[in-house]
């Protein structure tokens, strides 16, 4: 069974930086293409963030300069790392693999991100 769990998450002043933490299991990691999405409130599910196996990247163009994904194949961990933080980017952030979800830009914009538990940011003034 796939195991994705979110850590990371803070309450944070805008101009701040977190960063965000996803163990994973079940999956092949190495294989895997993994990704970050967040769910504001009145929003949809959104991807933020990709990273595949061979080191392409995305990023939507609110994160953009601002946040980067990384990966530890050994550790079967993926981060994102958030800088400049915007009141804009409360919300809570999911990480993802397309061995559960298939295509990760393909489902982006669902009503709720409804595979994990995620990890809540709120960015204040």
């Known amino acids: 069974r796939i195991q994705l769990q979110e850590s990371g998450g803070a309450a944070v002043q805008a101009g701040g930086s977190l960063r965000l933490s996803c163990t994973t299991a079940?999956?092949?990691?190495?294989?895997?293409?993994l990704g970050w999405y967040r769910h504001a409130p009145d929003d949809e599910c959104v991807l933020i963030s990709s990273?595949?196996?061979?080191?392409?990247?995305y990023y939507a163009d609110s994160v953009k300069g601002r946040f980067t994904i990384s990966r530890d194949n050994a550790k079967k961990e993926v981060y994102l790392e958030m800088n400049s933080l915007k009141l804009e980017d409360t919300a809570m952030y999911y990480c993802?693999?397309?061995?559960?979800?298939?295509?990760?830009?393909?489902?982006?914009?669902?009503?709720?991100?409804?595979w994990g538990q995620g990890t809540q940011v709120n960015v204040s003034s």
């Open positions: 079940g999956f092949t990691f190495g294989d895997a293409t």
């Open positions: 990273l595949s196996k061979d080191g392409n990247t």
């Open positions: 993802a693999t397309d061995k559960l979800l298939g295509d990760l830009k393909a489902i982006s914009g669902l009503y709720r991100c409804y």
